[in-house]
C-alpha cells in the first residue's frame, strides 16, 4: 500500500490552523497513524486509529478520515510544531507517507 | 519510564556488516512487538523489519529480506538487528520503536536513533 502525503512543505505562522493529508492507495480501515519528526530527537506519536489522540498528545492535534482520506489538522499552531509530520498505514504491512514539513511562514 | 535507546551504527563500506541494538527498559518486552524504521536523508520513515512479543515472528520489507535480521535476548532485554551485505541506500537513521501490541500495528515509543552509513 502506497502513501501519499500533501502538501510536501508547508509555511505556516503561530496560530495558524494547518491541515495535512494522506491518500492510500487503497482503503486501509482506519488503520492509520501521524507521527512527528524533529532532527536529533525520537518521532513522536500524535495519533492512532485515524482519530485517536495519544495520551499527553495536546487536544490541538486532531485527526479524521476514512478509506483512502485521512487527514491531520493542528488547530492553533504553536511554536513547538513546527517540525515534520508523517502518516502511516498498518492495515497490510507498513508503510509511511514522504512527510510534511511544516515550517515558518 | 519507557526508553528505547539505541545503538551500534557507523560508517561500513559497502557490502559489509553491522549490528544495531536496542535496549529496552520500562515495559515487559515480551508483551510487545519490536520494530526498526529507517529514514534516509531527505526521504520519509520506512519501516525495515518488526519481531513479535514472543519472537516467534519476524516481518522484512522487501528492500532488506535475506540480508537483515532481527533478533530478540529476553534475558537483556534487547532487540537486534544485523545488516549484512549493505548497501549505499542502506544510509540512513535506524530508529527502534516498541509497537502498541504484540504484533507489529503502529509505533508509541521510539529511540533518538542511530546513524548508518555505507560508503568506501
Known amino acids: 500500500i502506497q502513501m501519499t502525503q500533501s502538501p510536501s512543505t508547508l509555511s505556516a505562522s503561530v496560530g495558524d490552523r494547518v491541515t495535512i493529508t494522506c491518500r492510500a492507495s487503497r482503503t486501509i480501515g482506519s488503520r492509520l497513524a501521524w507521527y512527528q519528526l524533529r532532527p536529533g530527537k525520537a518521532p513522536k506519536l500524535l495519533i492512532y486509529k485515524a482519530s485517536y489522540l495519544e495520551s499527553g498528545v495536546p487536544s490541538r492535534f486532531s485527526g479524521s478520515g476514512s478509506g483512502t482520506e485521512y487527514t491531520l489538522t493542528i488547530t492553533g499552531l504553536q511554536p513547538d510544531d513546527f517540525a515534520t509530520y508523517s502518516c502511516q498505514q498498518y492495515h497490510s504491512h507498513w508503510t509511511f507517507g514522504q512527510g510534511t514539513k511544516v515550517e515558518v511562514k | 519510564e519507557v526508553q528505547v535507546v539505541e545503538s551500534g551504527g557507523g560508517l561500513v563500506q559497502p557490502g559489509g556488516s553491522l549490528r544495531l541494538s536496542c535496549a529496552a527498559s520500562?515495559?515487559?518486552?515480551?508483551?510487545?512487538?519490536m520494530n526498526w524504521v529507517r529514514q534516509a536523508p531527505g526521504k520519509g520513515p520506512e519501516w525495515v523489519s518488526g519481531?513479535?512479543?514472543?519472537?516467534?515472528?519476524?516481518y522484512y520489507a522487501d528492500s532488506v529480506r535475506g540480508r537483515f535480521t532481527i533478533s530478540r535476548d529476553k534475558s537483556r532485554d534487547t532487540v537486534s538487528l544485523e545488516l549484512n551485505s549493505v548497501r549505499a541506500e542502506d544510509t540512513a537513521i535506524y530508529y527502534c520503536?516498541?509497537?502498541?501490541?504484540?504484533?507489529?500495528?503502529?509505533?508509541?515509543?521510539w529511540g533518538q536513533g542511530t546513524q548508518v552509513i555505507v560508503s568506501s
Open positions: 520500562g515495559f515487559t518486552l515480551s508483551d510487545y512487538a
Open positions: 519481531i513479535s512479543g514472543s519472537g516467534d515472528a519476524t
Open positions: 520503536a516498541k509497537d502498541r501490541g504484540a504484533y507489529p500495528s503502529y509505533f508509541d515509543y
